[in-house]
Nanobody
Framework: VQLQASGGGSVQAGGSLRLSCAAAKRTLSNNGMGWFRQAPGKEREIVAAINWNGAATYLADSVKGRFTISKDIAKSTGYLQMNSLKPEDTAVYYC?????????????????WGRGTQVTVSS
């Protein structure tokens, strides 16, 4: 099973990016997924999570009101829409799946991880 995150890049503060996470073998279709990030010198942290059908979502306090998580069941693809980006959002962003139908903020509960995509926000 592979997860591939894409959509990262370099933007100025206040800009937007949309990250995508595509999964092989329809892995995300019936499973929850999460987005995590890790900045240099810092521990990995949860950014957002969503259950299998999108009915339940979680957003970290630091991104509430700016980020949105969603998923397209038919395409087995998850998304993280990031608006009003700040320099402190700079990190490598990872998508994770293989959780089961619920959602979780704990990285250890996810079985599959993508390679990550770099997001850099300049002031």
């Amino acid at each position: 099973v592979q997860l591939q995150a894409s959509g990262g890049g370099s933007v100025q503060a206040g800009g937007s990016l949309r990250l995508s996470c595509a999964a092989a073998k329809r892995t995300l279709s019936n499973n929850g997924m999460g987005w995590f990030r890790q900045a240099p010198g810092k521990e990995r942290e949860i950014v957002a999570a969503i259950n299998w059908n999108g009915a339940a979502t979680y957003l970290a306090d630091s991104v509430k009101g700016r980020f949105t998580i969603s998923k397209d069941i038919a395409k087995s693809t998850g998304y993280l829409q990031m608006n009003s980006l700040k320099p402190e959002d700079t990190a490598v962003y990872y998508c994770a799946g293989g959780l089961g139908s619920g959602l979780s903020t704990e990285g250890s509960r996810y079985r599959y991880w993508g390679r990550g995509t770099q997001v850099t926000v300049s002031s």
